[in-house]
């Protein structure tokens, strides 16, 4: 290959292909980012960045220190943890049991359920806000439904300061299962036939062959829909926003929110916001790397 | 040749950014005003709002607006970039504090008293004072009473029931209305700022009064003393009477007005500004609670008698929104001189009275103003009068200390935290703003 | 014949009928689910605001159609609804586009600077577009391109692209090698393969990136709200913010603007759905 084509075209095609994306990938991203880090040791709080007319300083850590000693940092940061759990081993197997169940004609009207459970996800946030809160309320059908077995229950999940962000997960899992259904779908389709074919000819079961060829042959994807996962479930923000925007008291708060109050709520700490979010980047960044270390080692063993 | 369509595609993507960095700098002709307003776009008055800008813009062909609109968190969002970037409009909506407390804090908007002297006999005073932080930015259009106990007598008189005196009167009452599956006061508290403006400003005014805050900004008085622990603890108390049912920590604020209308609790506890949502909407011809009924059913009271109160039938008072001027507008400018003469069009009787009319406000600050048609519930708002006006908290105090403030009222409807906790976390969230300060 | 084997299958357990059972139901469930708000959002803009504070869950007593062509009105719905389409149009079209190129070369042409890059662009993924949004409002308003459309877009496009390259790169790598030796033995240039072999294989990738793109990008708000002031500019969602929050005094307007900014997302996805699964097909066969 090299000696046919040299060096010096390659070079050119590669910078071609590439540099469009990466200049505005760092216009857009990496730029900011690092404006964002550097932002969260200052004392900016507003006004000009640069030129004289800029007011501003280094001070370190103290930033974050504040974050770590607030307890609703914390009860934010709780939050997200379960929103991870739960797309790991909620939202992530159930999407791929779906798609597998559709993908091997385990059931009528594939096509239909197919289309349907991705649909969610088009829908906007607000909509989905505004409708689950009104089944969710004291007076909503969630209330009335109870109330048929067990007569004057009171509807408190909400005023419960453990159980208040299980509406909010609920809601998530029907939101954004889809996209993982899709996903997997899509990766299904690319395994050959005639593997699986030849795979039930020799009489393999369903799960065998799951065990055998399907899941090995997801591995990767699997990582993927993780990684997708544990950094939604880091960044989400929107669908709370508009559902509890965090109350009661901080309890259904998620870091990103908690960053939003902090920059744009009344007493804006600029720095304080962004020690929030290299927090946010760090820690998902801490557990892709783990994800993808714990790939190798199970992706060794097959 | 797709080597070729590649390089334009990726010139055409980013060519447009130099090219449009030159933009418009035509100097001389009409005055350009940026303009940033607030607006309810479902609202009926909304077609009000509409007329009230275009009016202006025919009146004035020799002033340009670049108007811009938002509602709700959106403003807000807006508003903090603008102010971080420091690129704020020319005229602004904003509010005498709280979620505006930026504008002023960071010196970005103008004091209006030299431009409003000439003028300032035709306004009641508060329009034409210096607010909490020592300017006035912004020229409060209304006053509003930010508590307001709705009471369904009709209601009452089902269930056997009598206006209630005081606050004992209103706790005999909750195994009544139990039994008949209602709650006794309903406050659509989902968000934190509704039990603190439209429920705690009041009791801290009638257990503390002003002279106790006045006294803790002086530094001769702390949070964690006991008037305030006490305000505190009675909220706390209204939750373990059963007097307000923790569910209210799940309704919306926008739920409200509804579960009140059909007849889900005795009494309901919200802003006057609310009053609009229960008359007639001029688009539909259809009112969640008729006039008739509003006349025959309806109460709009002041909460009853607290125990340990030291202001009898006192209610927090604030001045309302209105509009300010960006600071950087040079004084004596043509340009101060055009965004002033849009302040005044808004702030004139003939757009005021407008917005009286629509119920948007309960009453205007510009003397002689009055709305030509109210319903019932209109009429007592209007009527309705404390003995005595107080502090609403988040209209004297910082966002960064009734921020834990509004968070702690939750945290004690939940358990989480007791009144004395609550105190102790707001004078530390003081103590740290006084040193940032 | 494949189909049915299954089916057939003589040795289904009872284990096998209660895990099928289950999947109905939880498809079922699901379905329910998705379809029931729709639905619900649907005959809520036709009562009034009156009515449906009144009566939540029900049909309306009186349907009303003012709703719609009051919020279309006063929204100004049709500039808007234009401005959406371009933002999610082009955006999407340029993120597509450059993320398979940035993917095919990341994935098939050796160079140093793969690594580093490929791993920014992965970290991108991990970014939260609220931590990023005061420092880009800042650098848009310095570089001239606030209140543009060029200034919407470029952002759009950035914030698409880590995850457009991560999947595209994926992708790519499980293109075989032999393809584009056997291409480049014939002396074509890395972006003729690219262009003719490497583009149409990626259709059922570029489906998926552009689904994900197109319905992100459609329903986003938070971005034009900032990056833009001139009404002009604005897009859809912009517009429905203006009608929404638990602030909003009037629901039937909202739920018609809500309804009038999900229909075409609906029909788009409906439509669009047999392409990506032709896609699919496609892809399969292929790869």
Redesign the interface.
């Given at each position: 290959m090299r000696q046919l084509t040299g060096t010096l075209e390659r070079k050119q095609a590669y910078l071609l292909l590439v540099l469009p994306a990466v200049m505005i990938y760092f216009a857009v991203i990496a730029f900011p980012t690092i404006f964002s880090i550097v932002l969260s040791v200052s004392n900016y709080q507003g006004g000009a960045v640069f030129g004289e007319k800029a007011n501003w300083s280094l001070v370190g850590f103290k930033h974050y220190l504040r974050m770590f000693k607030d307890q609703y940092f914390w009860i934010s940061f709780k939050n997200n943890i379960w929103i991870m759990l739960m797309s790991l081993f909620i939202q992530i197997p159930l999407g791929f049991v779906l798609a597998y169940t559709i993908f091997r004609k385990l059931i009528v009207g594939r096509e239909f359920f197919q289309t349907v459970i991705y649909m969610p996800t088009i829908i906007s946030v607000i909509v989905v806000a505004i409708l689950w809160q009104s089944i969710f309320s004291p007076y909503g059908p969630v209330t009335s439904f109870m109330r048929m077995f067990i007569p004057g229950w009171e509807n408190k999940l909400v005023s419960h300061p453990q159980l208040a962000i299980v509406p909010v997960l609920f809601v998530m899992v029907w939101y954004y299962t889809g996209m993982y259904l899709i996903i997997f779908l899509a990766n299904l389709q690319k395994i050959d036939q005639q593997v699986i074919e030849s795979a039930q000819i020799d009489g393999a079961n369903e799960w065998q062959m799951l065990k055998a060829i399907i899941l090995p042959a997801l591995s990767g994807v699997i990582v993927t829909t993780a990684i997708l996962a544990i950094s939604g479930s880091l960044r989400s923000f929107g669908l709370i926003w508009a559902m509890t925007a965090g109350n009661p008291a901080r309890r259904t708060s998620v870091l990103a929110l908690y960053m939003y109050d902090n920059a744009f709520k009344g007493a804006p700490n600029f720095p304080l916001a962004n020690a929030i979010s290299t927090f946010m980047v760090t820690v998902s960044f801490v557990f892709i790397v783990i994800a993808k270390k714990i790939e190798k080692r199970f992706g060794g063993k097959e | 040749m797709k080597r070729l369509l590649f390089v334009l595609l990726a010139l055409a993507m980013v060519l447009p950014v130099f090219a449009a960095a030159e933009k418009d700098q035509a100097a001389e002709g009409p005055i350009t005003l940026r303009v940033l307003n607030y607006a309810d776009a479902t609202t009926p008055a909304y077609a009000v709002e509409k007329e009230i800008w275009d009016t202006f813009r025919a009146q004035n062909p020799d002033i340009v607006l670049e108007y811009e609109e938002l509602f709700d968190e959106a403003f807000h969002t807006k508003t903090e970039a603008y102010a971080a970037a420091g690129r704020l409009p020319d005229v602004m909506f904003m509010w005498p504090s709280g979620r505006s407390s930026t504008l002023y804090n960071r010196n970005l908007v103008k004091d209006l008293t030299p431009l409003m002297a000439p003028v300032k006999n035709e306004f009641v005073p508060i329009a034409t004072s210096p607010g909490q932080f020592g300017i006035l930015g912004q020229i409060p259009q209304s006053t509003t009473n930010t508590h307001v106990l709705y009471a369904n007598l009709g209601l009452l008189k089902k269930l056997g029931l009598s206006e209630p005196k005081t606050y004992a009167d209103l706790v005999a009452m909750v195994p009544a209305a139990r039994a008949a599956g209602v709650e006794v006061v309903l406050i659509p508290a989902k968000s934190d700022w509704v039990m603190q403006s439209c429920l705690f400003s009041m009791v801290l005014g009638r257990i503390a009064g002003d002279e106790f805050i006045n006294d803790v900004l002086a530094g001769k008085a702390n949070f964690t003393d006991k008037p305030f622990v006490d305000s505190l603890a009675f909220i706390k108390r209204l939750y373990d009477d059963g007097v307000i049912s923790r569910t209210a920590l799940q309704i919306d604020y926008g739920e409200g007005p509804a579960l009140f209308a059909s007849e889900k609790s005795l009494f309901y506890i919200d802003g006057a500004w609310r009053v609009g949502e229960f008359i007639t909407s001029p688009d539909s011809g259809v009112a969640l609670i008729p006039p008739a009924k509003q006349q025959s059913d309806f109460k709009l009271m002041n909460f009853p008698v607290i125990p340990g109160e030291k202001n009898a039938n006192s209610s927090s008072v604030i001045a309302g929104t209105g509009f300010g001027m960006n600071a950087n507008i040079e004084a004596g400018s043509a340009k101060e001189a055009a965004a002033w003469r849009l302040i005044s069009y808004l702030n004139s009787a003939e757009v005021l009275k407008k917005r009286l009319e629509t119920g948007a406000f309960s009453n205007v600050t510009r003397i002689g103003v009055t709305a030509s048609k109210m319903e019932p519930l209109q009429v007592m708002n209007a009527q309705l009068a404390p003995a005595k006006a107080t502090y609403v908290v988040d209209g004297i105090l910082d966002a960064s200390v009734y921020g834990p403030i509004n968070i702690g009222l939750q945290e004690m409807a939940l358990g989480t935290a007791t009144p004395e906790q609550v105190a102790q976390t707001t004078q530390k969230a003081f103590e740290e703003w006084e040193i940032s300060n | 014949m494949?189909?049915i084997?299954?089916m057939l299958?003589p040795?289904l357990s009872i284990g096998?009928i209660i895990a099928?059972v289950l999947?109905?139901a939880?498809?079922i469930g699901?379905?329910v689910?998705?379809?029931y708000?729709?639905i619900?959002?649907i005959i809520n803009s036709f009562k009034?605001?009156?009515?449906f504070?009144?009566n939540?869950?029900g049909l309306p007593i009186a349907p009303?159609f003012?709703n719609y062509p009051?919020a279309w009105k006063?929204?100004n719905f049709s500039m808007l609804f234009v401005n959406s389409i371009f933002y999610t149009g082009v955006a999407t079209l340029?993120i597509v586009?450059?993320?398979l190129?940035?993917s095919?070369?990341?994935a098939k042409?050796?160079?140093k600077?793969t690594k580093p890059?490929y791993n920014?662009?992965?970290?991108?993924?991990?970014?939260?577009?609220?931590?990023?949004?005061?420092?880009?409002?800042?650098?848009s308003?310095?570089?001239?391109?606030?209140?543009?459309?060029?200034?919407i877009?470029?952002?759009y496009?950035?914030?698409g692209?880590?995850?457009g390259?991560?999947?595209g790169t994926?992708f790519i790598k499980?293109i075989p090698d032999a393809l584009i030796?056997s291409a480049?033995?014939e002396g074509a240039?890395?972006?003729?393969i690219?262009?003719s072999i490497i583009l149409p294989m990626c259709i059922?990738?570029a489906m998926?990136l552009a689904?994900?793109t197109v319905?992100s990008l459609?329903?986003e708000?938070?971005l034009v709200?900032?990056l833009a002031?001139?009404?002009s500019l604005k897009s859809l969602?912009?517009g429905?913010?203006?009608?929404?929050?638990?602030?909003?005094?009037?629901?039937g307007?909202?739920f018609a603007a809500?309804v009038i900014?999900?229909l075409p997302?609906?029909i788009f996805?409906?439509s669009f759905?047999k392409q990506i699964?032709r896609g699919?097909?496609a892809?399969?066969v292929k790869?």
């Open positions: - | - | 494949t189909q084997q299954p299958k040795k096998a099928r999947l109905v939880i498809l699901f379905t689910m998705t379809i708000p729709i619900w959002l009034t605001s009156k009515e504070q009144m939540r869950l009303t003012i009051q006063i929204g340029a586009i450059l993320s190129s940035t095919f070369a990341f042409i050796q160079s600077a890059l920014s662009f992965v970290i991108g993924i991990l970014l939260a577009l609220e931590s990023i949004m005061v420092p880009l409002f800042i650098m308003i310095v570089t001239g391109v606030y209140d543009t459309r060029i200034g877009l470029i952002p496009i950035g914030l692209l880590p995850i390259v991560y999947l994926e499980s030796e480049r033995l240039s890395y972006l003729r690219f262009f059922p990738v998926t689904i994900l319905t459609w329903n708000f938070m709200n900032i002031s001139r009404e969602p912009v429905i913010l203006k009608f929404s929050g638990s602030l909003a005094s009037d629901y307007k909202q809500l900014g999900m997302m609906l996805y409906l759905r699964q699919l097909a892809g399969a790869g």
